[in-house]
Structures are given as C-alpha cells and as structure tokens.
C-alpha cells in the first residue's frame, strides 16, 4: 500500500497542475486529481493504520508475556 501512495501522489500533483479532465465536452468532464488524490490519500491511511496495529500488537504481545 505505501508503494501505490509513493507511485500514485506524483501522479496526483502532475493532474492537479495540468487540469486534465476526462468525459465527453458538452455533457460531462471531471477533473482527474480528486480521483487521484482519493488513492493516494486512501492508500496511505491504509498503510498508516497497518503499521499502527502492527506496533500496537507488538507492544501487547511483550506486555501480555511480562506477565
């Protein structure tokens, strides 16, 4: 998950200042960099909460065998 946020937030910058747009003219056209940054930013919490559970498992595991 770390690698895609590392990959994805370039990608998310370079959309944000080249305003790529994506749909048919006249009808609909979204901006690319709110999709972007949706993966980047998701793929990062993801990350951040994996490490944060992995630590807190850690800590219980050595608490939980001191006693």
């Not at 800590?59 to 939980?64: A, D, H, L, N």
């Amino acid at each position: 998950m770390g690698l895609i946020a590392y990959v994805m937030f370039p990608e998310f910058l370079a959309m944000l200042h080249t305003k790529d747009f994506f749909g048919v003219p006249g009808i609909i056209t979204v901006p690319w960099w709110p999709i972007k940054f949706t993966i980047a930013a998701s793929t990062a919490l993801c990350c951040l909460i994996f490490s944060i559970k992995v630590i807190a498992a850690d800590s219980f595991e050595t608490r939980k065998s001191s006693k």
